[in-house]
């Protein structure tokens, strides 16, 4: 559940990022019609504001990842990883119990 929170507010921050770029865009039309920059400069600035916005993101979400599993772990829960490991022990566990309870009947 809080998992989910995590995700959904992750997405959020995305998504806000990426409307910042359009933003910027719609912002520097103005600078560019009255002169005030040129339309390369324009185009530079927001090449450069694209790429500190994906650093920016990429960084986000490995932090959101990181406290999303310090999160599960604190409240107790199992990583998915952790819960198939744990199946696996109990099948092999299982199965030594099935042999031993062939192996005691013969």
């Known amino acids: 559940m809080a998992l989910n929170h ?11 990022l990426r409307m910042t770029g359009k933003q910027v865009r719609k912002e520097l039309q ?11 400069d324009a185009r530079a600035f927001i090449k450069e504001a694209e790429a500190v916005g994906r650093k920016t993101e990429a960084k ?3 932090a ?8 599960v772990s604190k409240m107790g829960y199992m990583s ?12 092999e566990l299982e199965k030594k119990l099935k042999a031993k309870g062939k192996a005691k009947k013969r």
Request: proline share 2%; net charge positive.
């Open 80 to 91: 998915k990883e952790e819960g198939n490991a744990l199946k696996r022990r109990i099948r």
């Open 60 to 62: 986000a979400v490995i």
């Open 30 to 40: 103005p600078l560019i019609k009255a002169g005030q920059i040129t339309v390369e």
């Open 64 to 71: 959101a990842k990181a406290e999303g599993k310090r999160l």
């Open 6 to 16: 995590l995700k959904k507010g992750l997405k959020i921050g995305i998504a806000t």
